[in-house]
């Protein structure tokens, strides 16, 4: 991120009403470190669970595999809200975020791909770099909600005082942020591509694709979650929504085969269950962690 947002938050921290109450001092900092630790352990959990489920009843395996492909996209999404929009200073937030980043994607690689540790050698920073590509190109989407809608995801809305400008303005070093942001991907997919050789040329179609079908679901959830108020309203909104995202999917599919990222094969009654398995898996995996969270006081708020 730019330095002028780390500057900023480094003297929110030392300026605000509430910088007595240091993290440390707060119950819903360890809940959250919690939180974290035990998405990583879901991760390797969750992708074990469905690996030997692939071998159980006919016609489950595809739906099962989409919805944990539709888990490990919407856990990068999570890291991405949070690398964007999270609380803490620049630095400490974006180095959590990609230790988290990186002991998921080796959870992934020691259970899915291989238990040889010299294959793991490879394979490791390789699901590594690709996991943090993946969180980085959702950190970059929502990048302009920081400063063009002024919205923080934070527990306490004493860190983060008013910054005296207002909304939907945008200065030359709010450019500069989202420059560095971007570099950060293409960096990564760069440094992919020299790992993977001639096996990295989808890296560029299949991130896009897949990071805009879980941004469909996962990015009204979060917001249906975190929302100040009518919380109840805003996730029969968000349900509605992912209704209508699943069935409009199966029926392009449907008409063209081409957009069917999985198994049309698995379709019952005009319908793709597997997109209804990939998109439930997002809204679950991103609700539940942030509903936790949203109990302990977890929501967005507003800089003005």
């Not at 991405?80 to 400490?92: E, S």
């Not at 096996?199 to 990071?211: E, L």
């Not at 269950?273 to 991103?286: D, E, K, L, Q, S």
């Amino acid at each position: 991120m730019a330095s002028a947002t780390f500057v900023h938050e480094i003297n929110v921290a030392d300026c605000a009403p509430g910088a007595g109450a240091i993290w440390w001092r707060r119950g819903h900092s360890y809940a959250f470190i919690a939180v974290a630790l035990a998405e990583v352990a879901l991760t390797w959990g969750v992708v074990r669970l469905v690996e030997n489920f692939v071998n159980g009843p006919r016609g489950f395996e595809n739906a099962a595999t989409a919805a944990m492909i539709g888990f490990l996209f919407a856990q990068c999404f999570l890291l991405g809200l949070w690398a964007t929009l999270g609380g803490l200073p620049t630095v400490p937030r974006w180095l959590i975020v990609g230790t988290v980043s990186t002991a998921g994607a080796l959870a992934v690689t020691c259970e899915m791909l291989t238990t040889n540790w010299e294959q793991f050698i490879f394979q490791g920073p390789v699901m590594a770099l690709f996991a943090g590509l993946t969180m980085a190109g959702f950190a970059v989407v929502l990048l302009p909600l920081r400063r063009l809608a002024g919205w923080r995801v934070d527990f306490d809305a004493a860190y983060h005082p008013a910054t005296g400008r207002r909304r939907g303005q945008i200065e030359l070093m709010d450019f500069a942020a989202l420059f560095c942001a971007v570099a950060l991907p293409l960096t990564l997919c760069r440094s992919l591509i020299e790992l993977m050789g001639n096996d990295a040329a989808d890296i560029g179609v299949i991130v896009p694709i897949f990071g805009a079908l879980v941004l469909t679901t996962a990015a009204p959830t979060a917001y249906a979650v975190l929302a100040r108020r009518r919380v109840w309203i805003g996730l029969t909104i968000s349900s509605m929504w992912l209704l209508a995202v699943c069935v409009v999917q199966s029926l392009l599919a449907a008409r063209f085969p081409d957009l069917d990222v999985f198994d049309g094969r698995s379709s019952v009654w005009g319908l793709n269950w597997t997109a209804f398995a990939f998109h439930f898996g997002i809204a679950a995996t991103v609700a539940l962690p942030l509903g936790v969270l949203r109990l302990l006081g977890l929501k967005i708020i507003t800089i003005q």
